[in-house]
C-alpha cells in the first residue's frame, strides 16, 4: 500500500510496482474518475465531492473496493493499494475485509508540501489511461499521451481552493491512518521528493529486502 499526499507520487510509483511485480494495482481515484467519465450514478455522486477536493463518502468507496479486492485473483496474487485507505474507518475495514491475507507493507512516500504544491500546480493527466505528466515534462506530441495516444489535460480537482482543502483532509483524515500502520508494524517511510526514478528504485529495494522466498510473500 502506497500512503502520501496528493502529488507524492503514489500513482506513478503503485503503477510501476505493480507492472515490475506483475500484480494488480487499485486505485480508488482512477476507478472514480472513470466512473464519473462513463456517467455512471456512482461515477456522478463520487464526483461532486471530488471535484470540491473533498473524500467520497465512506458507503460509495468501500463497495468499490470490496468489489476491486474480490475480483478475478487478486487477494491471492497480490496488489498494489494506491488512494486507500484515506480514513480510519477505511483502515479498519480493509482490515476485516482481507483477514488472513492481511497486508504485508505500507509505505508512506514522504514528500514536502511545498513539492507538492509544485507537483500539482503543473500536474496534468492522460483522460484515457491515466499516465501522469507535468508542464516540465510534456509529453512529446502536443498533449497527446505517449501511452495510448489519449488527450493529456489537467484534473477537475487540481484547483487551487480543491487542493488546498485535499491537504487539509490529509492532515485530519490520513495521517491517522500511518499511524495506524505504525502500531500495525508494516510501516516503512520512503523519500518521495526525489526524481521518479530514484524513489522506484528505492521502493523495489524495499519489497525486495522484505520479500521471503520460502512462502512466496513479504
Ligand atoms: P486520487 O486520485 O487518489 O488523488 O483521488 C482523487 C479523489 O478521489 C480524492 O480527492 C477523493 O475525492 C476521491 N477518493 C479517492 N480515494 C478515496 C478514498 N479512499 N476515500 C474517499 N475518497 C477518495
Not at 11 to 31: M, N, P, V, W
Not at 42 to 54: R, W
Not at 165 to 184: C, G, K
Amino acid at each position: 500500500m502506497l500512503l502520501g499526499k496528493q502529488g507524492a507520487g503514489k500513482g506513478t510509483q503503485a503503477s510501476r510496482l505493480a507492472e515490475h511485480y506483475g500484480i494488480h494495482h487499485l486505485a480508488t481515484g482512477d476507478f472514480l474518475r472513470d466512473a464519473a467519465a462513463a456517467g455512471t450514478p456512482l461515477g456522478l455522486e463520487a464526483k461532486s465531492y471530488m471535484d470540491k477536493g473533498s473524500l467520497v463518502p465512506d458507503e460509495l468507496v468501500d463497495g468499490v473496493v470490496d468489489e476491486q479486492l474480490h475480483a478475478d485473483d487478486r487477494l491471492a496474487h497480490g496488489f498494489v493499494l494506491d488512494g486507500y485507505p484515506r480514513n480510519r474507518h477505511q483502515a479498519e475495514r480493509l482490515d476485516e475485509t482481507l483477514g488472513a491475507e492481511r497486508l504485508d507493507l505500507a509505505v508512506d512516500l514522504d514528500v514536502p508540501t511545498e513539492v507538492v504544491l509544485h507537483r500539482i500546480a503543473g500536474r496534468r493527466v492522460c483522460t484515457q489511461c491515466g499516465a501522469v505528466y507535468h508542464l516540465d515534462n510534456p509529453p512529446e506530441k502536443d498533449w497527446t499521451c505517449d501511452v495510448c495516444g489519449g488527450s493529456v489535460e489537467q484534473r477537475d480537482d487540481d484547483t487551487a481552493d480543491a487542493v488546498m482543502r485535499r491537504l487539509e483532509l490529509y492532515e485530519m483524515e490520513t495521517l491517522p491512518v500511518i499511524q495506524f500502520y505504525r502500531r500495525a508494524g508494516i510501516l516503512a517511510h520512503v523519500d518521495g521528493g526525489a526524481e521518479t526514478e530514484e524513489v522506484f528504485k528505492h521502493l523495489v529495494e524495499l519489497v525486495d529486502s522484505r520479500f521471503d522466498p520460502r512462502t512466496g510473500s513479504l
